[in-house]
């Protein structure tokens, strides 16, 4: 008997366009994909919540992020209080008294129950390819009143801004320690395209 090498069948065509659309096309197409959306997904509305320590002069959180073109944010201050059924709207009214009404009289045209003059400082870098960073926004603001206020929270806004393609970290620097706000949730809110 001889011995005989094992003669391999040529590939056909439509096994070769098969093998090489996988290769260049669909591989590639999923390996993008399943980056993008790891990184952030230019889609995703989720606003960031970061906790802050509004008691302890310069507490700082910061936060890295994504702008895929020109995209608009909303930075706001964000005031956790217990919910109404809880505590029968107790822990709202010393929120409440703590932060201000921002009430605006129009006979007058003054603001009255500002409440906590909260200084914070927000600064935003933009990264370059090696990750360096340069400031493009530097700026301390005394927060005052309320803006808004829901079942749970009340919020004061920072700031309203748009960022270009790249990549970013926003940073959030308290100024001033307030002992008011050592047992209080507070959250540095970022809002998103479609959000608030």
Do not use: C
Request: charged share 25%.
């Amino acid at each position: 008997m001889d011995k005989t090498t094992p003669q391999l069948k040529p590939m056909s065509n439509r096994m070769f366009f098969t093998v090489l659309l996988l290769t260049f096309t669909v591989i590639p197409t999923l390996v993008i994909s399943i980056w993008f959306f790891s990184t952030w997904s230019p889609f995703d509305t989720t606003p960031i919540k970061i906790p802050i320590d509004l008691s302890k002069a310069g507490s700082v959180v910061e936060v890295e992020m994504r702008a895929w073109g020109k995209v608009h944010y909303k930075v706001d201050l964000d005031f956790i209080f217990k919910s109404h059924k809880e505590d029968n709207g107790t822990d709202y009214k010393k929120l409440l008294n703590i932060l201000g009404d921002r009430t605006y009289d129009p006979r007058t045209g003054v603001t009255t129950k500002t409440g906590a003059e909260i200084p914070i400082k927000l600064t935003i870098f933009k990264l370059d390819h090696r990750d360096a960073r340069t400031a493009i926004f530097d700026e301390s603001f005394i927060t005052k009143g309320r803006d808004y206020w829901g079942s749970y929270d009340m919020g004061r806004v920072l700031s309203a801004f748009s960022l270009e393609h790249g990549k970013f970290i926003i940073r959030v620097e308290n100024l001033e320690g307030f002992q008011e706000f050592a047992d209080r949730k507070v959250n540095v809110t970022i809002y998103r395209p479609g959000i608030k």
